[in-house]
Structure formats: C-alpha cells, structure tokens
C-alpha cells in the first residue's frame, strides 16, 4: 500500500511533506493528500534524498569549476604536481566532463607519463568523439609507442573533420617511411650488417621513442659492433617501456660490467631482483659483481690508508675475481703501478707502469708514479722527461707541478754530490743499511786509517762520507736531500757561507786530525 502511494504522489508535493506531517495513531487514518500515515516516513526519506542529491549536483558544479581554475592556474606557473591534484579532484566532481579528462591528461604528458594519458584521452574521444585535440593528443602518443596502425587512424579521423590541420598530416605523411625503414633495418640485422641496421633505425626512433622493440634492435646491433655505451643508452628507457622488465636490467647490468662500472653494473642488478628475487641470472651476476665492488672499495681503502702491502694484495684479489674485462684489468694494473711505487718496489712498480703506459701514453697518474721510480732509482733524466710530459697533459695539477720540480732539482743535485753514490746505497736504504755502508768506507778512507800518499784526498773521502751519513740518518735532512735540498750546501741554506760544516758538521773538530774515530 505504502508503495503505490509514494509512487502516486507528485514530486512536487514532496516539499511540502515538511509542512504538513503530524502524528496519527491509527495506521489507516488518511494522511496529507490522501496518503496514510504509516508510508509518510519512508516518503520523507526519499523526499530528503532527493533534495540532498540536488543540493550536492549544485555544489559539485560548483567546486569541479573551482578544481579547474586553480589546475590551469598550477599549470600556467608550471606546477604539474598541485596541477595533477587538482584535475584529480575535478574527475572525481564531475566524471562525465570531458574537459577534466583532458586537462589532465596535457598535465600527464607534461610529466612525461603518457601510458597514463593515454586512458584520460580515450575517456574525452568516447565523452566527445568530435573533439579533435584529444584525437590528436591521443595520434601523437601512439606514434611515440609505435602503434603506427593505431595512430594512422586517428590522424585520418583529424583529416577528416580538419583538413588543414598540418600536424596530422605530416605525422600521417611519415608512417609509412617509418614502417619501411624499420623493415630494412631488421633485414640488415639477419644478414650481419649492423652498421646499416643501427643507422637504418636512427629516424624510426627519433619519431617513436617509445617503441621498446625499436630501442632493444637497435641495442643489438651496436652490441654486436662492441659499441657498449651506445648499446646501454639504447636498452637503459626499455627498462621503462616495458612493465616488470628484468630482462633489461640483466643485459643493462652485463654491459655496464663490460665497460668497467661495476657501480652501476650492481645498480641496475639490484633492480632486476626487486622485480623478481629469484631471477637466476639476475642473482648470480649480483654475487660476482657484488664481491667485485667489495674488493675495489678495499683496494681504495689500503690507498687512502696508505697501506701499501695491503694495497698490493687487495688488488691481486681483485684480478683473481676478475681477469678478463679489458677495464678491470687495467684498473688493477693502474693499482699496481701505484701501490708498488710507493711501497719502492722498484721493478715492479717499472714493470706495472710501464704496462699502463703502453696502452695509455697519456696516463698522467702513471707517468708520475713511474717518474717518482725514475727517482728512486736514481734515473733523474727519465724522471725529469714524465714529469714534463704530465705537464704538457694538464700543468695545473699540484702533484705533477711538485714532481716536476723536485725530479729536475735531483737531476741538478746528482751531477754534483750524490749521499747515495758516495756511501754506494740506493735511495730506498734503510737506516741500518746507510749505517752500515758507512762504517765500512770510513774504515777505509779514515786518514787514519789510510796508507796511500794522497793524505789530501783521503780527507776529502772522509769528509764526504760522514756529510753523508749526517744527511741520510737524520729523516729530516734526509727529506730536504730526497726533495732536491742539500740541507749542508751553503748556497741553498739561508744565511749560509763558505764550507759546508760552517752549517755546523765538522768530522775533524777545530784541529785537523786530532781526534779519536768511533765508528757510531
């Protein structure tokens, strides 16, 4: 009963149902307009809904209006993010707005993320199938993906109703050219030609770089040509293009190790794992490349620290991990030129060097490592010779400037008095090696001790031999003498003058030969 009286009564006098109610007891006793009393609250709730749902149409007008002002207002000052928001709240308000879809839609594209746009510009071509900006959008994202058949249709359905429209002409005008071009490169790819199928696939990827298939071909080609870099630039946006790509981020990894970035190689491996962690390739080239990284941050490590006999054994580690990448090998070699030379291994350091050099003349890190040998091993024209040549490189760096000088000051220095040649050590002695090379020699030429006629020159022997030692066993002159200084020669001292034990080094005191030799 109550049913067939609410659906009899007019929506007009609903309102009035507010004015009129008033209590009755018994449930037959005729209401306002004829209807009982017991339907008259189901017919205010409705009346109420009704009312409610109007009033939001009102409010949702309103603020669908409010959302895109201030979302072209964002957008105008370019800020996509609160733009974004905005036309969210707008397709909320109002679902069946085309306009909201589309706006949003631009703000999609601005951001980049057109697998996004593409369903707000399908919602606007089914809401107003006429609207030919949404069309085109909507041509021009398919174009960049590759969906060429897609797209054509689009662009002649803009011809169609605009003829004029120079964009959907041009674009339509270039699909075919892109389809015949992407066919000869993949022809040039079967018969090995991967110069002519790389460069074949240049204008196809210009005009649809988001076409995965055509980035990953072209990956191919360049891989096959050893072109690493141009090869990883080309499978880098796959990882993108395509959903859940490990596939990508595997051969992405393999050839950032290839040239040497374990860093990165580690990086994009991660990668693959957080999208599948039990991915096999994936998580066995993550063990190798991982422990790889840890040696080399050990290897970085002992340099910082200055620990060269752990520096030396992190980087045998380091070729037992790897051996064959060209760049790693060199990396470790560059290591090892380093690491001995300021451990003062001579020949290996030379040998290490020498190594790096040959295939990269122009190293400057091995040309001062290797001029800093040159010095140990008393070769002062081989040494001045790198460290010129580092200069011609780049003369700005502090440490080829210092060695520069210092290799052509020793070079001054050992064509006049030499402490090493006089007591016969090499500049790597140690203290008890100088010690002992001097006793020996003034044993011999102590005047003294000396039965030749040349008293003279047996006083001359002697006096050089203990300057010697006085310079060699104390580590600060020693460094001024291994800097290119003879801290007893008068003319390089400040305030100095006449012989050198004027600076206050005389073996025979202030009377000739009166005095005891102790052999210290």
């Known amino acids: 009963m109550c049913a067939r009286h609410v659906l009899g009564s007019t929506t007009s006098m609903l309102p009035l149902l507010f004015l009129t109610v008033y209590a009755s007891s018994a449930e037959e006793m005729p209401g306002p307009f004829g209807i009982r009393s017991a339907c008259l609250p189901i017919i205010l709730i409705m009346a109420w809904s009704g009312l409610i749902k109007d ?12 959302y895109l002002e201030l979302g072209k207002k964002s957008l105008a ?36 993320k057109s697998k996004s746009a593409l369903p707000d510009l399908d919602r606007v071509v089914e809401l107003k199938p006429d609207f030919n900006a949404a069309r085109l959008q909507r041509a021009n994202v398919k174009l960049k993906q590759g969906r ?27 699909i075919p050219m892109i389809e015949e071009n992407v066919q000869q490169a993949k022809a040039f790819y079967n018969e090995g030609a991967f110069d002519q199928a790389a460069e074949m696939l240049s204008r196809p990827i210009e005009l649809c770089p988001w076409d995965p298939e055509l980035h990953e071909l072209r990956a191919e080609c360049y891989l096959q040509l050893k072109e690493y870099p141009k090869a990883i630039s080309d499978i880098r946006p796959t990882t ?29 491996i991660r990668e693959c794992l957080k999208l599948d962690s039990d991915h096999k390739r994936c998580h066995d080239h993550y063990k190798k490349v991982k422990k790889l990284v840890q040696t080399i941050q050990s290897v970085e490590k002992a340099i910082n620290e200055q620990d060269w006999p752990d520096c030396i054994l992190k980087v045998q580690q380091m070729l037992k991990l790897e051996n064959h990448i060209d760049r790693f090998v060199d990396r470790a070699t560059s290591h090892f030129c380093h690491c001995h030379s300021q451990a003062k291994n001579i020949r290996e350091a030379l040998e290490h060097c020498n190594e790096v050099l040959s295939k990269h003349p122009d190293d400057i890190d091995a040309l001062c490592n290797r001029g800093e040998v040159f010095i140990l091993n008393e070769q002062f024209d081989e040494a001045v010779n790198d460290f010129k040549k580092a200069e011609s490189i780049d003369g700005n760096l502090k440490k080829v400037q210092e060695g520069s000088q210092r ?42 001790q000396y039965n030749g006629n040349d008293k003279n020159h047996a006083e001359k022997m002697f ?58």
Do not use: C
């Open 407 to 448: 290799a052509q000051k020793l070079l001054k220095q050992s064509k006049k008095r030499d402490y090493y040649k006089i007591l016969g050590v090499k500049r790597t002695a140690q203290k008890q090696e100088i010690v002992k090379a001097y006793r020996k020699l003034a044993a011999q030429w102590h005047p003294d």
């Open 77 to 112: 000052a370019g800020q996509l993010a609160d733009a974004l928001s905005h036309y969210h709240m707008a397709v909320e308000g109002d679902p069946s707005n085309y306009l909201t879809y589309f706006r949003r839609a631009t703000v999609y594209l601005a951001m980049g």
């Open 240 to 268: 993108k293009l395509r959903p859940d790509n490990t596939e990508a981020y595997y051969k992405l990894s393999t050839w950032l190790y290839a040239i040497g970035d374990s860093d990165e190689s580690l990086k994009e």
């Open 148 to 174: 060429l058949i897609e797209a054509k249709m689009d662009y002649e359905e803009v011809l169609q109703r605009e003829p004029v429209s120079a964009e959907a002409q041009q674009n339509l005008n270039a």
């Open 55 to 66: 009033i939001q149409g009102v409010a949702s007008t309103v603020d669908v209006e409010r």
């Open 463 to 520: 006096i050089d031999i203990a300057a010697a030692k006085e310079v060699l066993t104390d580590p600060e002159k020693r460094e001024k003498f291994d800097n290119g200084e003879d801290p007893l020669d008068p003319e390089q001292q400040a305030g100095g003058g006449g012989p050198f034990w004027h600076q206050g080094f005389n073996p025979f005191g202030q009377g000739g030969f009166q005095f005891k030799f102790h052999f210290n």
